[in-house]
């Protein structure tokens, strides 16, 4: 039983950790188009 718990948490963490990434990945491109409207001016 004790390994179904481990294995959920580490499924969670997993998830967690991907949210995290992607939306950090999601920023990063939002910073860049800012950065490449203000070299235009």
């Not at 969670?12 to 950090?24: D, K, Q, S």
């Not at 990063?28 to 001016?41: D, P, S």
Request: with cysteine.
């Amino acid at each position: 039983l004790l390994a179904y718990v481990y294995y959920f948490c580490f499924l969670y963490l997993v998830i967690i950790l991907y949210i995290i990434y992607t939306i950090h990945i999601f920023c990063i491109i939002i910073e860049l188009n800012i950065n490449k409207n203000e070299w235009r001016y």
